[in-house]
Structure formats: structure tokens, C-alpha cells
């Protein structure tokens, strides 16, 4: 199994995750304020619910866009991980080859 990833395939999704927090509450502004001719011309449970929405939209949308913050803590600690490892093993790899002896890999060497 091979597993091959940009270097900058993290922060490049993190930035985009940022972008879209901004455009979710756009959205749900949008949502509600297309919502308005409604207001009035429901009765019973739909206007309960109705009712409801609107005035927990901005409860609804700092919930989403909590949510998005908390996957965007997660791919930057991601991004931060994968750096991390990808220094390691360049380290790793020339300290191993400082301390190998190729001259005795050589075939026909004496």
C-alpha cells in the first residue's frame, strides 16, 4: 500500500475549511432572510418549529461553525504531524547512510 500526499495538501485544506466556516454562516444568513415572506403563514406545530429556527439560527450557525473550527484544529495538528514525520525520516535516512559502508555493497570489491 502506498501512501503519497503533497506537502502542502493539509494546510492547502485547512485553508479551505476556513473559507467555507465564512461561507456556512453566509448561507444560513441567507436561508433565514429568504425564510422571511414566511413568517405569519403557519399555524400549530409548523409555526412552532418555524419560530424555533429563526430564533436559534444564530445558535445554529456558531454550533456549525464551532464544528468546522474544531476539523480545522484537527487538520492543522494533521499538517503539523505529517511536517514533523517528514523531518524525521529525512534525518533518520541520512544518519543511517553516514553510518552505512556501501564500499561493501560493492560487488566484485575485494
Known amino acids: 500500500m502506498?501512501?503519497?500526499?503533497?506537502?502542502t495538501a493539509l494546510?492547502?485544506?485547512?485553508?479551505?475549511?476556513t473559507g467555507s466556516s465564512g461561507d456556512l454562516g453566509t448561507l444560513i444568513r441567507l436561508l433565514i432572510a429568504?425564510?422571511?415572506p414566511l413568517e405569519g403563514k403557519f399555524n400549530g406545530a409548523?409555526?412552532?418549529?418555524?419560530?424555533?429556527?429563526?430564533?436559534?439560527?444564530d445558535e445554529i450557525?456558531?454550533?456549525?461553525?464551532?464544528?468546522?473550527?474544531?476539523?480545522?484544529?484537527?487538520?492543522t495538528g494533521m499538517d503539523g504531524a505529517f511536517g514533523t514525520?517528514?523531518?524525521?525520516?529525512?534525518?533518520?535516512a541520512h544518519q543511517n547512510m553516514g553510518s552505512a559502508n556501501f564500499d561493501a555493497a560493492r560487488f566484485?570489491?575485494?
Open 34 to 36: 429568504a425564510a422571511d
Open 61 to 75: 450557525t456558531g454550533a456549525l461553525n464551532g464544528s468546522l473550527q474544531a476539523i480545522l484544529g484537527g487538520q
Open 2 to 7: 502506498k501512501f503519497d500526499m503533497g506537502s
Open 108 to 110: 566484485g570489491a575485494r
Open 46 to 57: 409548523g409555526k412552532a418549529a418555524f419560530d424555533s429556527f429563526k430564533s436559534r439560527a
Open 85 to 92: 514525520g517528514d523531518q524525521e525520516q529525512e534525518s533518520n
Open 11 to 17: 494546510s492547502d485544506l485547512g485553508n479551505s475549511t
